[in-house]
C-alpha cells in the first residue's frame, strides 16, 4: 500500500507539531531506506492533492537527510527530491511544463552527455546486455544473406554495432563471402551522426567488410518519425532489412498510443526480417502521477542498489551516471508533464499488445544469444545480485527482486 501522510492546511501550526520529521527508532526498527521510501511517497501523495505548503516542508526535510556524495540511498533521495522541487517550482509557473534550463545544462552538453552515455555502457550491464541480446537475433535472421540493411533508430554513437560486424567477419570464409551492410542511423544530431558513421565504415574497413552508413535525421520529434520515414529510406530490391529499436519505442508514446501505433504500421509494411526491441520494465507512463511516481522509485532504487553493489564508493564515473543519466530521465518522469514528457517506459506486456495487433509475432530468442548474456554477466558484471529470466520467449534482466529491462525479437 502506499504510504498516507495526514497534514494541516493551517499555515500558523509550527511545522516541528507535524509529522513531516523522520521516523524515531521504536521497538520495531524500520530500516533508513524504508523510512525514506515512506517519505518520499508521502510527499509525491502531497503533491498529487495540492497541498504545496506542506509538501515544500516535508521537500526541506527530505532534502537535508540526502546527498549526491552518500550512500545509495542518500543519493537516490537526492535526485528524487531534486525532481519533486522542479515538479512544485512548475505548479508556481504554471505556464512552464518543461524543465528549467539549468537543469539540462550537463546534459545539454553533448561531449559531457556523450562522456556519460560511455560510462553507462561500461559500469552497467543494462545498454550492452540490450545490444548483445538484439544483435544476436539479427545475426540469427540474417544467415546467409548477401545485403543487409539495418535500421537503427536512436543511433547515439553507434557503440552496438562494431561486435555484430565483428560477428559477420568471423563467419565469412572464401565460400561464404561477407555482405554488404547498409546502416540507416537516426538521431537529432547530424554532427553525431556523421562522425558516427566515419567510425563504423573505418571499422568495418579494418574487418575487410563492404559498409555503408546513411544518417536520418528526427527532427526533434520522434512522433513525426511514420509520416517521412517510407520516402526517406532507401530499400534496395536484394536488401534484407532489419529494424533495431533499443531503448526507443518509448518516446513515441504521448497520452495514447497512436503515434507509436503509426510507426509499427509503417514499420510492418516495410517487411523486416526482424524487429528488435528493448525497453525498460517499469510503467512510467501512468496517466495518474503518484502511481508513476511510485513506480519509478523502485525501478532506480534498484538500479542505484545495482551500482551501490558492484562500484567503489568513490567512484566519479557512478556519481556522472547517477546525476546527469539518471537524474535526467527521474526528473522527466517527476516534473514534465504533457508533451514535454519523453520517458514513457511502458512494461513488457503493453509492448506484445501493440506489437501483436500491429501484425508481429514473437521469435523465441535462441540458446545461443541466452548463453551470451549469462557470460556478458559472469565476466564483466560479477554480481550475484543480478537477475536472467526467460519470459514468453524473451529475455529480461533485473536486479534482486526488480525486474529492470526486457529484450524481445519480432518479425
Not at 61 to 80: A, C, K, M, W, Y
Not at 103 to 113: G, W
Not at 144 to 156: P, V, Y
Not at 258 to 282: G, M, N, Q, Y
Request: net charge negative; aromatic share 8%.
Amino acid at each position: 500500500m502506499l504510504g498516507s501522510f495526514s497534514s494541516s492546511h493551517e499555515e500558523e501550526d509550527d511545522p516541528s507539531d507535524l509529522q513531516y520529521q523522520i521516523p524515531q527508532p521504536s521497538r520495531a526498527f524500520i530500516p533508513p531506506a524504508i523510512q525514506m521510501r515512506q517519505l518520499l511517497i508521502s510527499c509525491a501523495e502531497l503533491v498529487s492533492q495540492s497541498d504545496f505548503s506542506a509538501a515544500r516542508r516535508l521537500l526541506s526535510i527530505l532534502s537535508s537527510n540526502s546527498s549526491p556524495f552518500g550512500d545509495s540511498t542518500e543519493r537516490l533521495v537526492h535526485q528524487f527530491s531534486t525532481a519533486l522541487s522542479l515538479r512544485l517550482s512548475r505548479y508556481a509557473a504554471p505556464n512552464s511544463g518543461a524543465m528549467p534550463a539549468s537543469v539540462n545544462t550537463a546534459a545539454a552538453d553533448s561531449e559531457t552527455f556523450r562522456s556519460t552515455y560511455l560510462s553507462l555502457n561500461q559500469i552497467t550491464p543494462f545498454i550492452r546486455f540490450s545490444q548483445l541480446t538484439a544483435n544476436q537475433a539479427i545475426l540469427e535472421a540474417i544467415e546467409g544473406e548477401r545485403a543487409i540493411h539495418i535500421l537503427d533508430f536512436d543511433t547515439m554513437h553507434g557503440v552496438q554495432w562494431p561486435p555484430l560486424m565483428q560477428a559477420i567477419a568471423e563467419r565469412c570464409d572464401d565460400l561464404h563471402p561477407p555482405p554488404m551492410i547498409r546502416i540507416t542511423g537516426t538521431g537529432e544530431d547530424l554532427g553525431i551522426l556523421q562522425r558516427t558513421g566515419d567510425r563504423l565504415l573505418k571499422f568495418a574497413q579494418s574487418l575487410g567488410l563492404k559498409f555503408q552508413f546513411h544518417p536520418l535525421l528526427l527532427h526533434n520529434d520522434p512522433t513525426s518519425v511514420p509520416l517521412y520515414l517510407p520516402s526517406a529510406l532507401q530499400l534496395l530490391p536484394d536488401e534484407t532489412l532489419a529494424v533495431n529499436c533499443v531503448l526507443y519505442l518509448h518516446r513515441l508514446l504521448k497520452d495514447d498510443s497512436c503515434d507509436l501505433r503509426l510507426f509499427l504500421h509503417k514499420i510492418k509494411s516495410l517487411e523486416p526480417k526482424v524487429v528488435t526491441i528493448a525497453e525498460k520494465e517499469a510503467n512510467h507512463n501512468h496517466p495518474l502521477f503518484l502511481q508513476r511516481f511510485v513506480e519509478a522509485l523502485d525501478h532506480y532504487t534498484a538500479v542505484f542498489d545495482s551500482l551501490e553493489a558492484t562500484l567503489p564508493p568513490n567512484s566519479g564515473e557512478r556519481l556522472a551516471v547517477e546525476r546527469i543519466w539518471f537524474g535526467r530521465e527521474i526528473i522527466d518522469i517527476v516534473s514534465a508533464e504533457g508533451d514535454n514528457r519523453r520517458e514513457r517506459h511502458e512494461r513488457f506486456e503493453s509492448w506484445e499488445v501493440m506489437l501483436r495487433s500491429s501484425g508481429f509475432s514473437n521469435v523465441p530468442l535462441s540458446p545461443f544469444a541466452l548463453s551470451q548474456a549469462k557470460l556478458l554477466l559472469r565476466l564483466h558484471y560479477p554480481s550475484e545480485g543480478y537477475r536472467l529470466q526467460i519470459i514468453n520467449d524473451s529475455f529480461f534482466l533485473g536486479w534482486q527482486n526488480q525486474t529492470l529491462f526486457s529484450v524481445s525479437s519480432w518479425h
